[in-house]
C-alpha cells in the first residue's frame, strides 16, 4: 500500500513561471509532510514541511499546500529558476517518499 | 561543520560477502535513519533509530541489520551481499520529525553493486 504518490514523473516550465508540484497521501489523519529536492549524484536536501494543522506554509519562493478533505498536498515555485531543475520528493514524517518528480526549468 | 558522513562513497560486493556502511552525525541528532534509492525510484526505509540504543525496521528491513551505540553513530550491516541489495543507500539524522523548526540532513550517499 503506497502511502504517497506523486503520479507525474516529469514537470517542464519556463524560467520565472510557476512550477506547481503534487503529491497525494493515504492513511493519515494527523501528520507531517516534507519536501526534498534532488540533484544527480547528491543527498536530498530538504526544502519545506508542513503539518497536518496547518493549511500552508511558505519560505521564500517555495509554499506548500496541504489539502486535507482530498488529501493532496503541493509545492510551489516561485519563480523558478534554472537551478530548480533537480528532482522533487514528498514524504511523509521522513518514513515514506514518494516516487520523485523531475522538474526542468527552462531558460 | 561536517553534517551527516558516509563510509564508503562507492562500493563493488560479490554474491554473498558481507559488509557495513557508517554513517556519522555530529549535529547530536536523536533520530537517524538508512535509506536506499533504485534507479527511478523513490528513497525506501531501511532502518531507523530514534536514539542510543533503540532502532526500529523500516518498509524494507530484509538482509540489513543496524545498531546504534552512540548517537553519533548508525553503521548498516549487510550479512551476505545479494544482486537484490544493489542500490544507492542514504543515511539521514534529525531532531523530532514535525517538531519546530526541523530539518533532516542527508549524506552524500554509498553507492554499492552486488555482483
Known sequence: ?107 | NAGVTQTPKFRILKIGQSMTLQCTQDMNHNYMYWYRQDPGMGLKLIYYSVGAGITDKGEVPNGYNVSRSTTEDFPLRLELAAPSQTSVYFCASSFIPGARGNTIYFGEGSWLTVV
Open chain 1, 1 to 107: 500500500d503506497q502511502q504517497v504518490k506523486q503520479n507525474s514523473p516529469s514537470l517542464s516550465v519556463q524560467e520565472g513561471r510557476i512550477s506547481i508540484l503534487n503529491c497525494d497521501y493515504t492513511n493519515s489523519m494527523f501528520d507531517y509532510f516534507l519536501w526534498y529536492k534532488k540533484y544527480p549524484a547528491e543527498g536530498p536536501t530538504f526544502l519545506i514541511s508542513i503539518s497536518s494543522i496547518k493549511d500552508k506554509n511558505e519560505d521564500g519562493r517555495f509554499t506548500v499546500f496541504l489539502n486535507k478533505s482530498a488529501k493532496h498536498l503541493s509545492l510551489h515555485i516561485v519563480p523558478s529558476q534554472p537551478g530548480d531543475s533537480a528532482v522533487y520528493f514528498c514524504d511523509k514524517r521522513q518514513l515514506t517518499f514518494g516516487s520523485g518528480t523531475q522538474l526542468t526549468v527552462l531558460p
